[in-house]
């Protein structure tokens, strides 16, 4: 510990590679994002849309419930090991994808894509706001989150146009077995465990000792539940843009290049914004940059109701990326700033196990409203909620550690 530096400077190597290995986390993710919903209808004729829109609410559950373990085990297990054995669960995944016979072998390998990314996302994420120290974690956040979800847009482009040449199966799953390999290999061989940086910030930090990390990450605390219940409407809106929007786009004679490149702009934005918010996030109150961002992604959706051509989507899809961008590395740099350094990997897995929830609750929420009534329904009262969540937001948070 006695050579241990925190900074970005100081430990660019490390992160630069923790960064990459959160490239392919995302792009495991990205290999469903446009074609799944398209290959229940198409292959397993699936009509009923709470049933297609099960494969987030698995995937949701599994990843929050595997967030919070990571956090509460980082100390204990150490962040290397729950990055290796992350990549453990993906090796399976682009294999089922590729000779499922019925829906269920699709469900499987959500559960184990939930853990994947619970595991591989929650370590990556703790490991790189370890290396940084305070004055960074903005930026670090918005480099991890802009490669995460970069790789999410891209790759969900990429299917779509694999799929459209040479089909929806097996080719565009191919990417999903090199990135598994690669990601195994790169956390064996190249990451190194961050504990001493943990104990070098702990012994200079001055914020307080949460008395209960689970239920003042949750809602108690003013800050920290305010960026926790944040956090689970922003997902809850992405659930339905994963699940429905592919299926409301396809409804209206869109092709699946058209449908592939709206799916795939708003993470693109999302990501490449991220570069530019997260180091907003260091110098201007989270406070601001939370409301703001909710508040544009819930005028954002709420308009896709009214939306009338393929130019009105892609505007939309962009307004929307960038009001995920200012929130995304706000959420996890305001968790971080918020809490004792020792506290810390278990308070994100907290933020992280409601942040997560969201997309099941979502996913449940929007296929229940879609098939009672209707999909523009169920897109406005997503908007609604992530509207009401941007005022919670303004009245309740101080902003102040």
Known sequence: MMHTQLGLKENWKQFTLLIIVNA???GMVGLERSILPEIAQQEFGMVVKTAILSFIVVFGITKAITNYYTGALANRVGRKNLLVIGWLFA?????????????????LANVLLGINQGLTWSSTVVMKIDLVGERNRGLAMGLNESAGYLAVGGVAFLTSWIASDYGLRPFPFYLGIGFSILGLIMSLVLIKDTKHHV??????????????????????????????????????????????FPILLVSKNYTLNEVGLIVGTYPIVWGFGQLITGKMADHLPKKNMLFWGMLTQGIAIVLMVFAANFYQFMVLAVFLGIGTAMVYPTFLAGIADFTHPMQRAKSIGVFRLWRDLGYAIGAILTGVIADILNINTSIMVIGILTFLSAIIIKIRMTDSP
């Open 24 to 26: 392919f986390v995302g």
């Open 199 to 244: 104990a070098k910030e702990t012994i200079s930090s001055t914020v307080r000792k949460l008395k209960n990390v689970f239920t003042e990450t949750t809602w108690l605390d003013k800050n920290l539940g305010s960026i926790s219940q944040a956090g689970l409407v922003n997902n809850l809106n992405d659930g339905m843009i994963w699940g429905l």
């Open 91 to 107: 090796l399976p995944i682009p294999w089922l994808l590729i000779y499922a016979e019925n829906w269920n072998w699709v469900i």
